[in-house]
């Protein structure tokens, strides 16, 4: 199994531009969240869902948008991309099971936003 | 609403010293309690967990208690390695799939 893979792993882009952060997992899990990690900050999640077809916001959704039209594959697009939006993001999927739960997370997709 | 707090970084300590990491937490009723780790250039991976008060989480050496009364999950380690440079991260789950973070404390070990 490969887990929680994460595409591209490094992306540079200019403010303005679109770009679309693509999630998969072979876990079969429900649930799939998408976190950003800034330094002092720890993980602040952005979107999350429950199931396929499903998407809520977290902490943070502003000039974020989701979709989960696969249960495997959790899309984050940013429509128009601001300095802000630099950081690291992070992609995590869980089966809720109880006191089994855990979050497995993918490596990370480092942004720069110029 | 729900908050995590653990000790600031960075933590820098010599190769076999005792690690205690802080943390404490905020949270309506009974929540789960985790450390994840983040080693350099990788995701988050989960360390350990305690889903009652008084249980206690392990794994590669490293314990943690579940305290209740002090709404405490203090991370600990008898002796460190190199091997352990990395973020830790405590975080709690109350009523719902989502986790609440801590800002994670950097350990650096040194030779």
């Known amino acids: 199994n490969a887990g929680v893979t994460q595409t591209p792993k490094f992306r540079v882009l200019k403010t303005g531009q679109s770009m679309t952060l693509l999630c998969a997992q072979d876990m079969n899990h429900e649930y799939m969240y998408w976190y950003r990690q800034d330094p002092g900050m720890g993980l602040r999640l952005i979107h999350y869902?429950?199931?396929?077809?499903?998407?809520a916001k977290g902490e943070v959704p502003d000039g974020y948008n989701v979709s989960r039209l696969k249960k495997q594959n959790f899309l984050l697009g940013l429509e128009s991309a601001a300095p802000s939006q630099t950081s690291v993001y992070f992609c995590?999927?869980?089966?809720?099971?109880?006191?089994?739960?855990?979050?497995?997370f993918g490596p990370g997709t480092r942004l720069t936003v110029t | 609403g729900d908050s995590v707090t653990q000790m600031e970084g960075p933590v820098t300590l010599s190769e076999e010293a005792f690690l205690t990491i802080n943390c404490t937490y905020t949270a309506t009723g009974y929540p789960s309690l985790f450390w994840y780790v983040q080693y350099p250039g990788e995701g988050l991976q989960l360390l350990l967990k305690?889903?009652?008060?008084?249980d206690k989480g392990s794994n590669k050496g490293f314990e943690a208690t579940y305290r209740k009364e002090t709404t405490s999950f203090h991370l600990e380690k008898g002796s460190v390695q190199v091997s352990d440079s990395a973020v830790y991260f405590c975080a709690l789950r109350a009523g719902s799939y989502q986790l609440t973070f801590g800002k994670g404390t950097k350990l650096s070990v040194i030779p």
């Open positions: 869902s429950v199931g396929e077809g499903t998407t």
């Open positions: 995590a999927s869980s089966y809720d099971s109880g006191q089994t739960y855990e979050q497995y």
């Open positions: 305690a889903t009652k008060a008084d």
